[in-house]
């Protein structure tokens, strides 16, 4: 029998109702004749609540505990799903994450999956099981003890089960339709993408377009399973949703798929660094060192021994970043004048495999903002995409103008 995965995120088994929906939907892809594999989230709002309860019980808590208890979730939810199914007339199992087993190594809240052993789930399938639920985002390490693999992960165990099992698909149901141009809610013009390339959707995903977890597209793209996001409030058809797949797939793309944005950033200023090697080493080794997520990286020119370096990161990690730099400078390590830190920026990214082909579309970018008169503060590139740092109070503005500039209302 060919298999499928099905994983349907939080708010899509919020309620006993909303589970029994979901089984409805899994219900149809047995009758077609697979062999299913439902991956579960907890239920929306449960992860939120359980790291909550660790947080006031021990600020500092140990990472094994951590992870015993925010798996739970899911555990519910694996059962629940089960049972339902098994009140459908169709033979279902529940399995934890331990059981299957899913390996990972044992960096806890953060692990990474080794490997899955698709043998006990197949002779399960082998002896008349039709559907085997598993609970999304938890594994097991090494030593033995439960882990999780980052918030929003149960993403990335749906894709890892679809590449053990070599499914025929794996299908994320969630609560929008979709991949969209850019965010709805900031253009209405948005459009829904029938099929967009796993290179893109890696990059609108760690740009923070939400619908995906960055791991699970970075291994749907190294494994190529065919990935499809769909909505499941929704009647669906075959050709639902969005398809992630390989760029082969899609006959004529877009220079430009879509925009996508981060609405928090800061760019931050070290004025006057002594250049010397190793200090770029040294400035970005103590920040990552201090779990600041460095973003862009700019290297001003230098003048008589000194060089001003911008980067960007997370608004919320600034004060962080600060004190670091402080304690480099104080410990004699790194050498500079001053750190000048603007809290008031995003980020704007246009996106598309068509650039690698198509010149021109940095000019026309840059052209659109400015005719807008917003100010460009720092801009980066890759083969697929070109952010630039704007003012905060722009930022929707910005979306906007280059929705309509690449014209992504048009299919
Ligand atoms: N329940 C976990 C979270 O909220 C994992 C997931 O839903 O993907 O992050
Ligand atoms: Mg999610």
């Given at each position: ?20 929906r ?47 208890i ?31 087993p ?93 099929k ?16 995906l ?10 494994y ?49 660094v ?6 770029a ?7 990552s ?13 230098s ?16 004060a ?7 304690d ?47 100010n ?26 280059l ?9």
């Amino acid at each position: 029998m060919p298999v499928l995965v099905m994983k349907f995120g939080g708010t899509s088994v919020a309620t006993l109702d909303r589970i029994k929906r979901a089984a409805k939907r899994v219900g149809v892809e047995v009758a077609k004749g697979y062999d299913v594999i439902v991956i579960v989230s907890a239920m929306s709002g449960e992860t939120n609540k359980l790291v909550g309860f660790v947080n006031e019980t021990s600020p500092l808590y140990d990472a094994r505990e951590y992870d015993a208890i925010v798996s739970s979730g899911e555990n519910v939810t694996a059962g629940l799903m089960a049972l339902t199914l098994q009140e459908m007339d169709i033979p279902a199992r529940s399995w934890q994450g331990w059981q299957v087993p899913v390996k990972t190594t044992s960096a806890h809240s953060a692990a990474r999956i080794e490997e899955i052993p698709s043998d006990n789930i197949m002779s399960k399938f082998g002896e008349g099981m039709k559907v085997a639920v598993v609970a999304g985002f938890q594994g097991v390490s090494p030593e033995g003890r439960i882990t999780t693999l980052g918030r929003g992960g149960s993403d990335t165990t749906a894709v890892a089960f679809a590449a053990a099992f070599d499914a025929e698909r794996c299908d994320i149901y969630t609560d929008v339709d979709g991949v969209y141009t850019t965010d709805p809610r900031v253009s209405e013009k948005a459009r829904k993408l029938d099929k967009i390339a796993f290179e893109e959707m890696l990059e609108l995903a760690s740009l923070g377009a939400k619908v995906l977890q960055t791991r699970s597209v970075e291994l749907a793209m190294r494994y190529k399973v065919k990935l499809r996001v769909l909505s499941s409030f929704e009647e669906q058809s075959d050709e639902a949703g969005t398809l992630v797949c390989d760029e082969e797939e899609i006959m004529e793309s877009n220079v430009v798929s879509g925009v996508a944005f981060s609405r928090d950033e800061a760019k931050m200023t070290l004025i006057s660094v002594a250049d010397r090697p190793g200090i770029a080493a040294s400035i970005f080794g103590t920040l990552s060192d201090a779990g600041v997520n460095v973003d862009m990286i700019i290297q001003n020119i230098s003048e008589e021994g000194r060089t001003d370096m911008t980067f960007s990161c997370p608004v919320d990690q600034v004060a962080r970043a600060e004190k670091a730099m402080q304690d480099a400078k104080d410990g004699g390590e790194i050498n500079y004048h001053e750190l000048i830190a603007d809290e008031n920026t995003a980020k704007v990214s246009v996106v598309g495999i068509g650039m690698r082909s198509h010149t021109g579309v940095a000019a026309k970018m840059f052209e659109a903002l400015s005719n807008e008169g917003i100010n460009i503060k720092v801009i980066t590139t890759s083969e697929i995409k070109i952010s630039v740092l704007v003012d905060r109070k722009y930022l929707e503005l910005a979306v906007q103008t280059l929705h309509d500039a690449f014209e992504l209302e048009k299919a």
